[in-house]
Protein backbone atom coordinates (compact mmCIF):
# COMPACT_ATOMS: atom_id res chain seq x y z
CA UNK A 1 0.00 0.00 0.00
CA UNK A 2 1.21 3.95 -0.85
CA UNK A 3 0.95 6.43 1.61
CA UNK A 4 -1.66 8.50 -0.46
CA UNK A 5 -3.64 4.82 -0.31
CA UNK A 6 -3.01 4.29 3.20
CA UNK A 7 -4.51 7.42 4.17
CA UNK A 8 -7.65 7.52 2.24
CA UNK A 9 -8.06 3.97 4.11
CA UNK A 10 -7.42 5.63 7.30
CA UNK A 11 -10.19 8.58 6.64
CA UNK A 12 -13.00 6.10 5.83
CA UNK A 13 -12.75 3.85 8.39
CA UNK A 14 -12.56 6.86 11.33
CA UNK A 15 -15.41 8.30 9.24
CA UNK A 16 -17.35 4.82 9.59
CA UNK A 17 -16.35 4.67 13.31
CA UNK A 18 -17.44 7.87 14.20
CA UNK A 19 -20.89 7.11 12.48
CA UNK A 20 -20.99 3.81 14.75
CA UNK A 21 -20.25 5.47 17.82
CA UNK A 22 -17.04 5.80 19.74
CA UNK A 23 -14.84 2.95 19.66
CA UNK A 24 -10.82 2.01 19.82
CA UNK A 25 -9.89 0.48 16.34
CA UNK A 26 -5.93 -0.41 15.26
CA UNK A 27 -4.29 0.30 12.31
CA UNK A 28 -1.41 -2.00 10.85
CA UNK A 29 1.29 0.34 9.50
CA UNK A 30 3.96 -1.80 9.72
CA UNK A 31 7.76 -1.27 10.48
CA UNK A 32 8.98 -0.01 7.09
CA UNK A 33 11.16 -1.40 4.85
CA UNK A 34 14.71 -2.38 5.99
CA UNK A 35 14.40 -1.73 9.42
CA UNK A 36 13.90 2.48 8.57
CA UNK A 37 11.37 4.84 9.40
CA UNK A 38 7.67 3.63 8.06
CA UNK A 39 6.43 5.97 5.76
CA UNK A 40 2.90 5.00 6.43
CA UNK A 41 3.22 4.95 9.85
CA UNK A 42 4.70 8.61 9.92
CA UNK A 43 1.81 9.65 7.63
CA UNK A 44 -0.88 7.72 9.72
CA UNK A 45 0.34 9.26 12.75
CA UNK A 46 0.58 12.85 11.29
CA UNK A 47 -3.28 12.33 10.16
CA UNK A 48 -3.92 11.48 13.60
CA UNK A 49 -2.52 14.57 15.32
CA UNK A 50 -4.70 16.27 12.93
CA UNK A 51 -7.57 14.34 12.97
CA UNK A 52 -7.24 14.59 17.04
CA UNK A 53 -7.32 18.52 16.95
CA UNK A 54 -10.57 18.44 14.75
CA UNK A 55 -11.60 16.03 17.49
CA UNK A 56 -12.77 13.85 15.09
CA UNK A 57 -10.78 10.96 17.16
CA UNK A 58 -10.65 10.95 20.79
CA UNK A 59 -6.92 9.70 21.16
CA UNK A 60 -4.55 7.76 19.21
CA UNK A 61 -1.45 5.62 21.03
CA UNK A 62 1.87 4.45 18.87
CA UNK A 63 1.84 1.06 19.34
CA UNK A 64 5.66 1.50 20.78
CA UNK A 65 4.52 3.30 23.75
CA UNK A 66 1.21 0.97 24.80
CA UNK A 67 3.47 -1.11 26.91
CA UNK A 68 4.76 2.18 28.54
CA UNK A 69 2.18 2.71 31.06
CA UNK A 70 4.06 5.90 31.93
CA UNK A 71 5.40 7.30 29.11
CA UNK A 72 3.29 10.96 28.76
CA UNK A 73 1.56 9.38 25.35
CA UNK A 74 0.30 6.54 27.45
CA UNK A 75 -1.36 8.22 30.21
CA UNK A 76 -2.95 10.64 27.61
CA UNK A 77 -4.54 7.89 25.90
CA UNK A 78 -8.45 7.83 26.90
CA UNK A 79 -8.42 4.29 25.26
CA UNK A 80 -5.58 2.77 27.42
CA UNK A 81 -7.45 0.47 29.82
CA UNK A 82 -9.57 -0.86 26.40
CA UNK A 83 -5.92 -2.17 24.93
CA UNK A 84 -5.61 -6.18 26.02
CA UNK A 85 -3.33 -7.07 28.53
CA UNK A 86 -1.20 -9.06 26.46
CA UNK A 87 -0.67 -6.33 23.84
CA UNK A 88 0.82 -4.09 26.37
CA UNK A 89 2.87 -6.75 27.45
CA UNK A 90 4.24 -7.52 24.00
CA UNK A 91 3.93 -4.18 21.72
CA UNK A 92 4.23 -3.97 18.41
CA UNK A 93 5.49 -0.56 16.77
CA UNK A 94 3.97 -1.19 13.43
CA UNK A 95 0.20 -0.42 14.78
CA UNK A 96 -1.43 2.80 16.02
CA UNK A 97 -4.21 2.41 18.27
CA UNK A 98 -7.19 4.88 17.71
CA UNK A 99 -9.99 6.22 19.92
CA UNK A 100 -13.32 7.28 18.47
Request: aromatic share 8%; net charge positive.
Amino acid sequence: MRVDDALAALERIVSSARRGGSGLFAVVTGYGSSGGTSLIKEAVLAACREYRRLNHIRGFLDGEKAADLLSPESLAFPGLAEIPVAYRRSPNPGVVFILV
